[in-house]
């Protein structure tokens, strides 16, 4: 049996082939895959089920034999689709909004309902209710759309008072749409408790001085990308919080303390300067460096490796100068170069426009061709950096934006539609080697650094794009004329990619159309294999055009493939069939933005289950290396039994007898000890006697004639004396040896009882 698949209410029919057996499931995973489509990610609806008068949604065991004939329609719709709400708020003072969100067929009205509420800001839902545009009943919170079997195509909701009801026609214009898909929520500044920020990055004491306001000492953070200052470290709320993103970094000693000036951009507030003094140079110190940390980070930079080889360092690819060819790093000289204008020269007066020394810009070239990696923050000419900077991507063999893309940036140049030349952007970006893609993004962000400070500068976003464009991009034949005709092209390609930065790199959210061009093809184009940008079409497809070429060759889109086509193939759309194009393009960015951010949030859920994975694993080696410890500690307690009965039964009895024995001796130890005290003491003046005695001279009256016998008796009598002396020390010595390991031993044998009495 054959279908007509319908994948949009305007989109053409694809023609399908089913058997008799096949359910929706079992269709969706066949035929989902021959268009690059998600089966899980699609269901079945039936505009008009077969002997009903509404619409219906297939079941997933439903056998499509018993709904559909030959040649039927069926129709393929995302279980995510994009519809409007029309909020009227109790407080008539607030009027009425309309905004696009995101609604998932098959969760309950009530997570809708809850959806809504967050986006147009309503606090408490409890008095609100969902109805449908054309309905006078709330839907019932419980059901979802797909039981209530309400048409995807064309959502259109009423979020207003339950007790309300409305007599007038409604009016889903009154506001001009746009796209309200919230990013996933992160904990505001103002909610880290103070006892969080002992993780921070930095921190200290300082005085802050904001403007001419001068505020006192402060407990102050980098924590999770924010600046933050407590009045005490233990406030559980900042006083002040501030996005740590496009900043200046500007230090100074100032009379043995560490000032430090801080200019970050906020954002509608402009630029505003606080000023850190700190009263140990050291902590400042640590301060500067972690908020250069921080300012590489923000930028999505690493510190590039240095790469060994020999020959030049100008004038080659890029590939060849960096160690990882990944697009994890950048060339050192950019990064280092870049670096130094971030910290030293943001507000320096004609910063790339102005030229430094020749001879200084020559001297580093040298340098770095002769494999040397001079520090470029020893230069005290700001302007010789950003000329050598310039210098080295003019070298470049081939420009950051290759040669083979140099028609397809021209051509972009020309589309009328912002959002498709976003598109068109990222795809041509996309198709760069990896580390231009890195450098380019490093070099655009820090030229959007530049043009905001550009009130000091004078570096706007059009000056840049002239100092910067004919370095990205240029034609291969380097001709004089081809570079006069496209200068135009260049500054204005370099002034897009700068200003539109954010949209480009950090996929934010589009905007909607406002001035696309689309035609529909009158006949089949299939490109030839030598065509690098590919855009192949059938009859009816509709092709965003880019560029309409005099040459007879346009560029557009189709399906996602950007590329050149004939344009004698297609027909440009005019009225409400392009209105109507438009408005699907609307719906299908906005769709896709719900998908980035759903498959974001896949990554992330898959991450986690992987680092789960893992907890899981080391806690069942944990568990197996308990129970191994368990079963060794009742095989060491069964082994203890078997001693306690056995050859260590007289143990406990043979423990009490040498403690008797040690209490007796430390009992009898001091007397033992005065006796030897008292011998030892005798034996000193005894031996002082015959000493001085031996050594007296003889007097006249007292002459006594020796002979050599007593000579010989006292000599071995004072041998004796020392001999018994040094006994007493040599056994004193042992002693106190005898008595450490009698205490350790009484220790141990204490220990191993009381271990035989727990088993």
Request: aromatic letters at 8%; a neutral charge; proline letters at 5%.
């Amino acid at each position: 049996m054959e279908l007509l698949v319908f994948l949009s209410p305007t989109s053409k029919p694809i023609s399908a082939n089913v058997t008799a057996i096949d359910t929706s499931t079992s269709f969706l995973r066949t035929f989902c895959p021959t268009q690059s489509l998600q089966p899980n990610d699609y269901l079945i609806y039936c505009p008009a089920k077969p002997g009903k008068s509404k619409q219906a949604y297939l079941q997933s065991n439903d056998a499509l034999s018993q709904y559909f004939q030959s040649k039927d329609s069926i129709h393929l719709r995302t279980k995510v689709v994009i519809g409007r709400i029309l909020h009227i708020s109790i407080d008539k003072s607030k009027g009425r909004q309309v905004k696009m969100v995101s609604c998932a067929l098959a969760l309950p009205i009530e997570n809708l309902l809850r959806y809504a509420c967050v986006q147009f800001g309503v606090t408490d839902p409890t008095p609100y209710a969902l109805f449908l545009s054309t309905g006078r009943e709330a839907l019932p919170n419980n059901s979802s759309l797909i039981q209530l079997e309400i048409s995807p195509d064309n959502l259109c909701f009423v979020l207003k008072d339950k007790s309300t009801v409305l007599q007038e026609e409604l009016n889903f214009d009154i506001i001009t749409t746009t796209v309200a898909i919230s990013a996933p929520t992160k904990i505001a500044p103002s909610e880290l408790p103070g006892r969080e920020i002992k993780d921070a990055i930095a921190k200290g004491i300082a005085t802050i001085v904001s403007g001419r306001k001068k505020l006192p000492k402060f407990f102050i953070a980098i924590h999770s990308g924010f600046f933050v200052a407590y009045k005490t470290e233990d406030d559980p709320k900042p006083t002040l919080a501030i996005p740590l993103k496009t900043f200046l970094i500007q230090t100074k000693p100032i009379k043995g303390k560490f000032c430090c000036e801080l200019s970050v951009d906020e954002g509608a507030k402009g630029l505003n300067t606080y000023t850190l003094t700190f009263d140990d140079p050291a902590v400042g110190n640590s301060w500067r460096e972690a908020l250069e940390n921080c300012l590489a980070a923000s930028q999505g930079t690493v510190k590039p490796k240095r790469v060994n080889r020999k020959g030049p360092y100008f004038g080659i690819y890029l590939q060849e100068v960096v160690v990882n060819q990944d697009g994890s790093e950048i060339p050192e000289l950019v990064e280092q170069g870049l670096r130094y204008i971030e910290q030293r020269a943001l507000q320096l007066e004609g910063i790339f426009r102005l030229s430094g020394s020749a001879a200084a810009i020559k001297e580093y070239k040298a340098q770095y061709d002769a494999n040397q990696y001079p520090d470029l923050f020893k230069e005290t000419d700001p302007h010789v950096i950003a000329g050598l900077i310039k210098l080295y991507l003019r070298e470049l063999p081939e420009p950051l934006l290759t040669y083979g893309l140099y028609n397809a940036f021209i051509s972009m140049d020309s589309c009328t539609d912002k959002v498709l030349k976003v598109k068109f952007t990222r795809n041509l970006i996309e198709r760069l080697p990896a580390v231009n893609r890195t450098t380019l993004s490093r070099l655009l962000n820090f030229a959007l650094g530049i043009s905001r400070f550009s009130s000091v500068n004078k570096m706007a976003i059009h000056n840049l794009a002239t100092v910067f464009g004919p370095n990205l991009l240029r034609d291969a034949e380097n001709s004089m004329m081809t570079l006069v005709e496209d200068t135009a092209h260049l500054n204005s390609i370099t002034n897009f990619l700068i200003q539109d930065y954010n949209l480009i790199f950090e996929s934010t959210p589009l905007p909607e159309c406002s001035n696309l061009i689309a035609a529909r093809a009158n006949y089949d184009y299939v490109p030839p294999d030598s065509e690098t940008l590919p855009v192949p079409f059938y009859v009816g497809s509709i092709i965003n055009v880019i560029h309409q070429g005099s040459d007879g060759w346009w560029w557009g889109e189709c399906d996602d493939n950007f590329g050149r086509f004939p344009g004698s193939y297609v027909v440009l759309l005019q009225g409400k069939d392009l209105q109507q194009h438009v408005t699907n393009e609307n719906i299908r960015n906005a769709t896709y933005h719900v998908r980035s951010k759903l498959k974001t949030e896949r990554i992330k859920l898959s991450k986690i289950d992987t680092q789960y994975n893992q907890y899981m694993t080391e806690i069942e080696q944990l568990q197996l290396r308990k129970q191994q410890l368990e079963a060794n500690s009742e095989q060491v307690t069964s082994t203890l039994r078997s001693l306690r009965t056995g050859p260590c039964a007289n143990l406990p009895k043979a423990i009490n007898e040498l403690n008797t024995y040690m209490l007796n001796y430390s009992t009898r130890k001091p007397q033992l000890f005065e006796q030897k005290d008292n011998i030892q003491n005798e034996l000193q003046r005894f031996s002082h006697n015959l000493v001085d005695d031996s050594s007296s001279a003889p007097t006249p009256k007292k002459l006594v004639r020796r002979d050599s016998r007593n000579m010989n008796e006292l000599r071995n009598l004072r041998t004796a004396i020392g001999t018994v002396w040094n006994k007493f020390i040599t056994e004193d010595m042992k002693r106190k040896q005898l008595e450490t390991e009698m205490t350790e031993l009484q220790r141990t044998l204490n220990d191993l009882d009381k271990l035989f009495q727990n088993c």
